[in-house]
Every structure is written in structure tokens, then in C-alpha cells.
């Protein structure tokens, strides 16, 4: 998987995991904008890249700053030509229950994660049209996925990034722009005592950057959801079970045969056809081979078009063999 002669800028690789992005991408032939708020840590991991053999500018510029995230899209244009990829990769916590919260934290989270992600696409967009080919990644979490203690702040701009991913995705596909999200997990400065020395030992970020690879080369998929963490590496879905028509009344019995839960039958319950039974949705993923086989447009779209497989941004991919 090659990036030879393509242009990448990833945000907040100053350190972490954008570090490790940038040098990943280098390391496949992309020229890397490495971005942070400190020029310092920005220069110093575009001198890793240069120390390496690649290509790297470093860039002092906050995502929130529209001028400056502006002047980044303009220089990074101005010297190369292009922009191909984008990876949204800057982020900070503020971390607190709820109920400890305050407001002020609360914006601050959404507006680095989510409005600083919406500022760089939106700077990119444009040239990425142009051109009829960009690549966008959002970093999303398990937090957003899932929920986490003390992340609502967090956990509410990581899902929205994917909302982000998906109508940018539909927006994009007839200029060949592809948008996907990447959930990591990895040894950072921001997991640092939040997890277990025996997992941060387990967790370099350099072994996220391969599903960021799969995630940015010229067939990658898009509405994609990877999780990647230790080396391991799964597609997550926004998912819908097959549901049923209940008519102006709904019927007990076409329901019961169709071996819903109790929730899901009229009557039940919720109202009607408005529960996912787990374990219907648990049914509908297994029917998802993992994503290790190769991934293609047509597979991907005759995986979609199946009857009862109807989950948007199902994929696979290879993150061996094809280097
Ligand atoms: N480490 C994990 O396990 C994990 C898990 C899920 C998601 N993530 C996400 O991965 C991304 C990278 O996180 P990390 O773990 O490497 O953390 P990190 O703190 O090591 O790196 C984040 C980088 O973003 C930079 N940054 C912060 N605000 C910025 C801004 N306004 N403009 C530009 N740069 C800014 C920081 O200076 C820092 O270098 C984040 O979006 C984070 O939410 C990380």
C-alpha cells in the first residue's frame, strides 16, 4: 500500500498518535504536514521524518483557528500542490461525571474534536473537489462508540465525528472523496494513568497507524469504522435490524413468527419496530466475515446490497500483503 506522490496533513501530530501517523505515512512515500500548537513539537517530529528519508513541514496552527488552519491548507498547496489526505487527529480531555461538569468544558471538548475537525475538512474540501480525489479520517473513540465514565463531553463530539464521516462521505463520493473514522487505542500522553501499565506496554500507537494506512490508500473504503489498538484491528457498525410492518395496528402474530424479541413485537414492550433486540443485532453482524479479506468497492457493494446484509460502511480490508 503505497502513498507515493500524495500529501497528507494530520492534525495534532506533534506527538501521540498523530506522531506516530505522520511518521507511518512518510514511511509510505506520502509528504506530511505535521501540525500542533507548539511549532517545537511539530518541528521536531518533521525533523523524524527528514532523519528518516521523508518528507515533512511543520505547521504551528490550532484547528479551531479558521485562519490559521486556512493559511495551513494554502501553504501546504503553495509548496506541493495538493492535499490528499487529511487525518483529524488533534484532540484534548476534560474529563468529569456529569454532574461535575461545567459547560465551559463541555464546549471546549466539542470544539477542539468536533468543530476543529469540521474547520480542516471544511479547508480542504474545496481543493479535494477540485482535484477529484481526498481522503478523510476522523478519529473517533470507543468512548463515542460506546460511552465511557466521565467522557460525556468526549464521548458526544467523538460519536459526532462520525455523523460528520457519514454525510461527508455521501457528499463526497462523486469527487472520489472517501471519509472514514478510526477508534485507537494507544499509549499517549492522554491515556497516560488512565489504563494499566500492563496494557500502555501493550499499546505503542505505532501499531494503530497500519489501520490508519488501510483507512487512507487509493481503495480505501469509506464509512468505514476501525478500531485499532495492540495490533488488533475491527470494523465497528451503525447497524439496523430487519424491523417490521406493523400496518396502521401491527400484528401479533407475523411478528412472533418472524422470531422477534418481545420488544419488538406491537404490543410489547417499546412501541413498535422502535427496539433493537440484541439479539437480532448480534445476528446481523455475525453475518459480517471479519475485516481481514481484501476490501473492494464491488465487494463492499454487493456486501451492502444483499438481502438482509443493509448496513452501510460494511467493509474489509488487508493490512498485510499488499505493502
Ligand atoms: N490514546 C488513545 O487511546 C485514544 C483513544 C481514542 C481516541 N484517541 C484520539 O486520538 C487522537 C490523538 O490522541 P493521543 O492519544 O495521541 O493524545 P495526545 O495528547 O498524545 O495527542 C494529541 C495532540 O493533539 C494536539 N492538540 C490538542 N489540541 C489541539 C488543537 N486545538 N490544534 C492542534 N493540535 C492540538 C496536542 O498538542 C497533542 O500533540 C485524539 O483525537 C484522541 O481523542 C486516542
Known amino acids: 500500500m503505497s502513498l ?35 511549532l517545537e513539537a ?8 527528514a532523519a528518516a528519508g521523508g518528507d515533512a513541514i511543520a505547521v504551528a496552527a490550532s484547528v479551531t483557528d479558521e485562519a490559521g488552519v486556512a493559511a495551513m491548507v494554502e501553504r501546504t498547496l503553495a509548496e506541493w500542490g495538493r492535499v490528499d489526505i487529511l487525518v483529524n487527529n488533534a484532540g484534548i480531555l476534560r474529563d468529569k461525571s456529569f454532574a461535575k461538569m461545567t459547560m465551559d468544558d463541555f464546549r471546549l471538548v466539542v470544539d477542539v ?54 454525510t461527508l462521505a455521501i457528499e463526497g463520493a462523486k469527487h472520489n472523496i472517501r471519509v472514514n473514522s478510526l477508534a485507537p487505542t494507544a499509549a499517549t500522553g492522554m491515556t497516560e494513568g488512565v489504563l494499566s501499565e500492563e496494557s ?47 400496518g396502521a395496528g401491527g400484528r401479533r402474530r407475523r411478528a412472533r413468527s418472524r422470531g422477534l424479541g418481545r420488544g419488538d413485537r406491537p404490543g410489547g414492550r417499546d412501541r413498535p419496530g422502535l427496539r433493537l433486540h440484541p439479539g437480532r443485532a448480534r445476528a446481523g453482524q455475525g453475518r459480517f466475515r471479519p475485516p481481514m479479506a481484501s476490501w473492494s468497492p464491488a465487494a463492499a457493494r454487493a456486501q451492502e446490497n ?18
Open 200 to 246: 500502555l506496554r501493550r499499546l505503542d500507537p505505532a501499531l494503530v497507524s497500519p489501520g490508519l494506512l488501510a483507512l487512507v490508500v487509493e481503495d480505501a473504503p469509506t464509512r468505514a469504522i476501525l478500531c485499532a489498538g495492540a495490533g488488533n484491528f475491527a470494523a465497528a457498525h451503525v447497524t439496523l435490524t430487519d424491523g417490521f410492518y406493523a
Open 42 to 49: 511539530a518541528a521536531k517530529v518533521a525533523a523524524e521524518v
Open 306 to 323: 444483499a438481502p438482509g446484509r443493509g448496513v452501510p460502511g460494511a467493509f474489509q480490508f488487508s493490512l498485510d500483503g499488499r505493502a
Open 113 to 166: 474534536h468536533l468543530i476543529g475537525a469540521a474547520i480542516c475538512c471544511k479547508a480542504v474540501w474545496e481543493p479535494m473537489r477540485a482535484q477529484g480525489y481526498g481522503r478523510i479520517v476522523m478519529t473517533t473513540s470507543s468512548s463515542g462508540l460506546y460511552g465511557n465514565f466521565g467522557q460525556a463531553n468526549y464521548g458526544a463530539a467523538k460519536m459526532a465525528l462520525v455523523g460528520l464521516m457519514q
Open 4 to 38: 507515493q506522490g500524495r500529501i497528507a496533513i494530520v492534525t495534532g501530530s506533534g506527538g501521540g498518535l498523530g506522531r506516530a501517523h505522520a511518521l507511518y505515512l512518510a514511511s509510505r512515500g506520502a509528504k506530511v504536514v505535521v501540525n500542533d500548537l507548539s
